[in-house]
């Protein structure tokens, strides 16, 4: 539920802009993880979703146009010491008493966009949300980029597994027209450059650049989504990714959910092919979630199985169970959210979480 803002207090003014609102999420619960038979637990955030807050605003300008931007931040739900960036690092002897396993969250880390939108679509600017976590919350989406949605081990918003958007980019999307839509979004690779006294800002450090191009279609209870991306390394190797998603809506309480996803890495000539499929059912107050997701290269497969149920207390308010399950016979490099990278043997990676999520 958004809620329209009188004043906004972090900025302490009134806001002159129209159509200003904050919207976000708490998630907060008891999760414990396996690896290998090693079990860590303890109370820890973003179980069935990331806690944030976003700013947005819209404006009609008139003649069709419209201005709008978006600002936001993700947090820690459990630790006031990651939320100004005061984290341990792995393997410290002497912790105080701030230690914390939460994520660092600061001021305005997620998606920040301001632009316009007419008859001739829509332009943003800023680091912009891609397409490839459009995929993300099709083929997942109750599951999202939290537990049991396989994001950041058997698929990914990019080719690197690890972003759902880029810096310094630009966002066309087009109208919608008969339920089809495209977009482009373009950020552009820069090189350091050695100019003697050049001050920060482009050109400063190597930024790695990316081009994508999706196409949507919405037909009713269904929906289908193609995205195509390639990511431009500063070394001068571009890797690619390609996704087809596509739901439907069985009934109101009943929808299913599939996708392909292909990645190839040129710069260490890996290629690998997730498959996705999953199901959301609701009774009543409860909901029932299940994925299932495979990931193969030339010799192996990674499988992930990810289950889970909602308590509905309100449209807004849910007690949760997530149960995500990973196993990679040869542990295959692309296991990047198990942390089986550069292990030999065959891997398990179980987390299990119950908790409150509350959307506002």
């Known amino acids: 539920m958004e809620t329209t803002l009188v004043a906004f207090a972090a900025f302490a003014a009134v806001s002159s802009y129209a159509g200003v609102t904050i919207d976000g999420l708490f998630d907060?619960?008891?999760?414990?993880?396996?690896?290998?038979?090693?079990?860590?637990?303890?109370?820890?955030?973003?179980?069935?979703?990331?806690?944030?807050?976003?700013?947005?605003?819209?404006?009609?300008?008139?003649?069709?146009?419209?201005?709008?931007?978006?600002?936001?931040?993700?947090?820690?739900?459990?630790?006031?010491?990651?939320?100004?960036?005061?984290?341990?690092?792995?393997?410290?002897?002497s912790v105080g008493s701030n230690q914390n396993n939460g994520a660092a969250g600061r001021f305005g880390n997620g998606e920040i966009a301001v632009?316009?939108?007419?008859?001739?679509?829509?332009?943003?600017?800023?680091?912009?949300?891609?397409?490839?976590?459009?995929?993300?919350?099709?083929?997942?989406?109750?599951?999202?980029?939290?537990?049991?949605?396989?994001?950041?081990?058997?698929?990914?918003?990019?080719?690197?597994?690890?972003?759902?958007?880029?810096?310094?980019?630009?966002?066309?999307?087009?109208?919608?027209?008969?339920?089809?839509?495209?977009?482009?979004?373009?950020?552009?690779?820069?090189n350091y450059t050695t100019t003697t006294n050049y001050n920060a800002g482009m050109g400063y450090n190597n930024v790695a650049g990316a081009q994508e191009l999706s196409a949507r279609y919405t037909a009713g209870p269904l929906k289908l989504l193609?995205?195509?991306?390639?990511?431009?390394?500063?070394g001068g190797t571009n890797d690619t990714q390609r996704d087809f998603g596509v739901s439907y809506n069985i009934s109101d309480a009943w929808a299913v959910q599939a996708g392909a996803q292909n990645t190839q890495l040129n710069s260490t000539g890996v290629t690998t092919n997730g498959r996705v499929v999953g199901t959301v059912y609701t009774m009543g107050q409860n909901r029932l979630l299940a994925n299932v997701n495979t990931l193969s290269n030339a010799t192996n497969t990674a499988n992930?199985?990810?289950?889970?149920?909602?308590?509905?207390?309100?449209?807004?308010?849910?007690?949760?169970?997530?149960?995500?399950?990973?196993?990679?016979?040869?542990?295959?490099?692309?296991a990047t959210s198990a942390g089986l990278i550069g292990n030999s043997g065959g891997k398990s990676f179980t987390k299990n979480a119950v908790g409150v999520r509350v959307d506002f």
């Open 304 to 334: 992930q199985v990810g289950l889970g149920y909602d308590y509905l207390l309100s449209k807004t308010t849910k007690v949760y169970f997530r149960s995500d399950r990973l196993t990679d016979a040869n542990s295959v490099s692309f």
């Open 115 to 190: 632009g316009v939108k007419g008859g001739f679509g829509q332009v943003q600017f800023g680091a912009i949300n891609n397409a490839g976590l459009e995929f993300v919350a099709q083929v997942a989406p109750v599951f999202g980029t939290a537990l049991g949605g396989g994001y950041g081990a058997t698929i990914g918003a990019n080719t690197g597994f690890n972003a759902v958007r880029w810096a310094n980019s630009v966002r066309y999307d087009t109208p919608i027209i008969s339920g089809f839509q495209a977009s482009y979004i373009y950020a552009a690779k820069q």
């Open 226 to 234: 193609f995205v195509n991306s390639m990511t431009l390394g500063t």
């Open 28 to 93: 907060a619960g008891y999760q414990s993880n396996s690896l290998q038979g090693v079990r860590v637990s303890g109370i820890e955030g973003n179980g069935a979703g990331t806690s944030q807050f976003n700013l947005r605003g819209t404006e009609d300008l008139g003649g069709g146009l419209s201005s709008s931007f978006h600002l936001e931040t993700d947090f820690s739900s459990v630790s006031n010491a990651a939320n100004t960036g005061s984290m341990f690092s792995p393997n410290t002897a």
